[in-house]
Antibody, heavy 119, light 105 residues
Framework: QVHLVESGGGVVQTGRSLRLSCAAS????????MHWVRQAPGKGLEWVAVISYDGGNKYYADSVKGRFTISRDNSKNTVYLQMNSLRPGDTAVYYC????????????WGQGTLVTVSS | SYDLTQPLSVSVALGQTANLTCGGNNIGIKKVHWYQQKPGQAPVVVIY???NRPSGIPERFSGSTSGNTATLTISRTQAGDEADYYC????????FGGGTKLTVL
């Protein structure tokens, strides 16, 4: 059974950093691309970033490029999102999601972790 | 940037058919995916690559695309189908529609 568990969210001040983690279990982690998708309170879904199965390819939304970094540790079955220079507009629930390829669809989602950036 | 347009809300009578649309330029040549999100829960894929239904999703859910419109059809709607529904495609990046709130009357 596929299981994705995000952690690391919390309240942080504008300009500070935060690192999110997503622990995966129940499947062969090294065979899948992983995404981060966020949802601001009361708003729709926004894709954030994707990393290939081996970490060799990474892509970002324009809104986070240069500030966020996605990475993975396949020995720990975990994907990370390092978020720097946070802004109030980054306030959202952050979900990790599994994909077969870099540009497929989001097969499985975690339950999300809330990041609140205060000004 | 590529835009996807969804109606903010759709209402359907219990047991009737709901058609949720997603408009985009030549969306028919892209692969469209649909997600259902209930309050306080993570999204769940209900249709992938235009017409495919994941295991565990009822046959009442179906998808189609043509020209500039993709449609998620929910037949014999149930109270439990009330949710927000998002369409999704890839352009230069992943693009989501703004979401449609489905109300079952």
């Amino acid at each position: 059974q596929v299981h994705l568990v995000e952690s690391g969210g919390g309240v942080v001040q504008t300009g500070r950093s935060l690192r999110l983690s997503c622990a995966a279990s129940g499947f062969a982690f090294t065979g899948y691309a992983m995404h981060w998708v966020r949802q601001a309170p009361g708003k729709g879904l926004e894709w954030v970033a994707v990393i290939s199965y081996d970490g060799g390819n990474k892509y970002y939304a324009d809104s986070v490029k240069g500030r966020f970094t996605i990475s993975r540790d396949n020995s720990k079955n975990t994907v990370y999102l390092q978020m720097n220079s946070l802004r109030p507009g980054d306030t959202a629930v952050y979900y990790c999601a599994r994909d077969v390829i870099l540009t497929g669809y989001f097969e499985y989602w975690g339950q999300g972790t809330l990041v609140t950036v205060s000004s | 940037s590529y835009d996807l347009t969804q109606p903010l809300s759709v209402s359907v009578a219990l047991g009737q058919t709901a058609n949720l649309t997603c408009g985009g330029n030549n969306i028919g040549i892209k692969k469209v995916h649909w997600y259902q999100q209930k309050p306080g829960q993570a999204p769940v894929v209900v249709i992938y690559r235009d017409t495919n239904r994941p295991s565990g999703i009822p046959e009442r859910f179906s998808g189609s695309t043509s020209g500039n419109t993709a449609t998620l059809t929910i037949s014999r709607t149930q109270a439990g189908d009330e949710a927000d529904y998002y369409c999704h495609v890839w352009d230069n990046s992943a693009v989501f529609g703004g979401g449609t709130k489905l109300t079952v009357l």
